[in-house]
């Protein structure tokens, strides 16, 4: 690659900024907490964003000719059976991606024609409106993995649309909430004071220390995508000097843009109004997204003088607005997922550990393997949906499996940074932590952020509510995975005896 081509500064923050920073985050972080979201973002973003961005980056950097991903960085670090089982845990996540966005994305659809969530009004067959989710989503399953068998061809003609108009979100709260604060000479909706960045006004995390510190998992969440920053270091100009800067000053932008979109949140949704007596349907963590932007077109009306009715009308093609773009991104980002991490993790790791049946390709693609993981999926999907009491619980439960099993890896890729660093075998082009003292103060924080974090977010429910089913099924993924895993490898070890 040519000094031409390689990233800018300016393209090293962008490229960062497009891959971690996301709309929905903010919304649900409001409704969860309100503004004392805020000094958890900021806490995660020091604590866990900024020393786990520089990890990525030295085992991305050394590693960078590796196509194994995190499975080749952990194999020379920690040995090939803590990699693979990590590695394993760390596709899970995007399993467990799939059921929450499978059932999801009718929730958007529903938005883009609708401009409100309607699907607890659904009923295929009599089932109630979980379960018709748990149908539909499975019809997805099986679509998606249909077009995807024909060839890379097909997912890069879907993936193409969607991301451009998503971005437009971003803008449009901060352009938009702007406008409403003008117009409205500064009055914000939802009193900012001091006491507002500490008490949530939602009664649910409003008063146990246990589901506050449970929210860490969500803001830790909100900066998951920083493992696309490995593969950044040799494609950046004058990677010493421009990538470290560059990782910090995305870090405080992505950490101010989260801080100061809850807060415009706030300027023009007063909580209670919005979440009690605007909305209409019962609010879970599927549709608040498009209850939020619902109410700030709404809002938008009012403050340039529409009437009570136009300004309804005029939420609900923002809503629209709003359902079209995710529709198409999270259909883009469907096909690219259900193919790379398998094709990352069969691909990248030794195939005597597959059956002969999954490593048979077509078109580019594991077909066999993608029809397992489909099965897989569509397993999961049947389990939550025909287990769940409400849509509200439904959606909570994917909400937690999600965030759980996306960031439990993140401790395990973190502590084996440690052997990384004592390696001396190991050629380390760009370090960031120069001695091992620091290294251990950057794990440690990081495994302990990660470590409480999805501790109190399983077993919050259980201890709140009596919430069982999610507790065990947040748990549940990344625990059958890992077993799979050590299966798969003692099975190996059996048959070829150990890899050298």
């Known amino acids: 690659m040519t000094d031409k081509q390689k990233l800018s500064l300016k393209a090293l923050i962008l490229m960062i900024f497009t891959s971690v920073f996301g709309f929905t985050n903010i919304s649900r972080s409001y409704y969860l907490m309100g503004y004392s979201a805020i000094p958890w973002y900021i806490l995660s973003g020091i604590a866990f964003f900024l020393p786990f961005a520089f990890m990525i980056a030295e085992y991305g950097s050394a590693f960078k000719d590796a196509k194994g991903g995190i499975y080749s960085w952990m194999e020379k670090s920690s040995g090939k059976k803590y990699a693979f089982v990590i590695t394993f845990m760390w596709f899970a996540s995007y399993i467990i991606w799939q059921v929450n966005v499978g059932s999801g994305i009718w929730i958007v659809l529903s938005n883009a024609i609708f401009g409100v969530d309607k699907t607890q009004q659904w009923s295929l067959f009599g089932l109630d409106s979980v379960k018709t989710l748990g149908i539909l989503a499975i019809c997805w399953i099986i679509m998606v993995t249909y077009v995807s068998n024909k060839g890379l061809e097909k997912i890069k003609k879907i993936t193409s649309v969607g991301g451009s108009a998503v971005a437009l979100i971003n803008i449009f709260l901060f352009v938009g909430g702007l406008i409403i604060l003008i117009l409205n000479k500064g009055k914000v909706l939802?009193?900012?004071?001091?006491?507002?960045?500490?008490?949530?006004?939602?009664?649910?995390?409003?008063?146990?220390?246990?589901?506050?510190?449970?929210?860490?998992?969500?803001?830790?969440?909100?900066?998951?995508?920083?493992?696309?920053?490995?593969?950044?270091?040799?494609?950046?100009?004058?990677?010493?000097?421009?990538?470290?800067?560059?990782?910090?000053?995305?870090?405080?932008?992505?950490?101010?843009?989260?801080?100061?979109?809850?807060?415009?949140?706030?300027?023009?949704?007063?909580?209670?109004?919005?979440?009690?007596?605007?909305?209409?349907?019962?609010?879970?963590?599927?549709?608040?997204?498009?209850?939020?932007?619902?109410?700030?077109?709404?809002?938008?009306?009012?403050?340039?003088?529409?009437?009570?009715?136009?300004?309804?009308?005029?939420?609900?093609?923002?809503?629209?607005?709003?359902?079209?773009?995710?529709?198409?991104?999270?259909?883009?980002?469907?096909?690219?997922?259900?193919?790379?991490?398998?094709?990352?993790?069969?691909?990248?790791?030794?195939?005597?550990?597959?059956?002969?049946?999954?490593?048979?390709?077509?078109?580019?693609?594991?077909?066999?393997?993608?029809?397992?993981?489909?099965?897989?999926?569509?397993?999961?999907?049947?389990?939550?949906?025909?287990?769940?009491?409400?849509?509200?619980?439904?959606?909570?439960?994917l909400v937690s499996m999600t965030n759980v099993s996306m960031t439990l890896p993140y401790f395990f890729i973190s502590y084996s940074f440690l052997a990384f660093k004592k390696n001396q075998e190991i050629e380390k082009p760009f370090e960031k932590f120069k001695s091992m003292g620091v290294v251990k103060a950057a794990v440690f924080l990081v495994c302990l952020v990660v470590g409480f974090a999805n501790l109190f977010t399983i077993i919050e429910p259980a201890i709140s509510s009596g919430d069982w089913l999610t507790t065990i099924m947040s748990v549940a993924g990344p625990l059958?995975?890992?077993?799979?895993?050590?299966?798969?490898?003692?099975?190996?070890?059996?048959?070829?005896?150990?890899?050298?």
């Open 480 to 500: 059958l995975f890992t077993l799979l895993a050590l299966y798969l490898y003692n099975r190996m070890e059996k048959k070829y005896g150990k890899l050298n």
């Open 190 to 397: 939802q009193p900012i004071n001091f006491e507002a960045f500490f008490q949530s006004p939602n009664p649910k995390y409003a008063g146990g220390e246990i589901a506050v510190l449970s929210f860490v998992v969500y803001a830790i969440f909100a900066y998951g995508g920083i493992e696309v920053i490995g593969g950044l270091v040799d494609q950046t100009e004058n990677p010493e000097k421009n990538f470290p800067k560059g990782v910090s000053i995305a870090a405080i932008i992505i950490t101010v843009g989260y801080a100061l979109g809850i807060l415009m949140f706030g300027s023009f949704t007063n909580w209670d109004f919005a979440f009690k007596s605007f909305s209409k349907e019962t609010i879970t963590l599927g549709n608040v997204s498009y209850i939020g932007m619902n109410h700030m077109g709404y809002q938008l009306g009012l403050a340039f003088g529409l009437s009570e009715a136009a300004a309804r009308t005029f939420g609900l093609w923002i809503s629209r607005y709003m359902g079209i773009s995710m529709f198409l991104a999270l259909t883009g980002a469907f096909f690219t997922l259900i193919y790379s991490p398998l094709k990352q993790l069969i691909g990248g790791t030794p195939k005597e550990l597959w059956p002969k049946s999954w490593t048979v390709e077509k078109n580019g693609m594991y077909v066999n393997a993608m029809k397992y993981q489909a099965a897989c999926v569509i397993v999961i999907i049947a389990i939550v949906s025909f287990g769940g009491k409400s849509a509200k619980q439904f959606f909570e439960v």
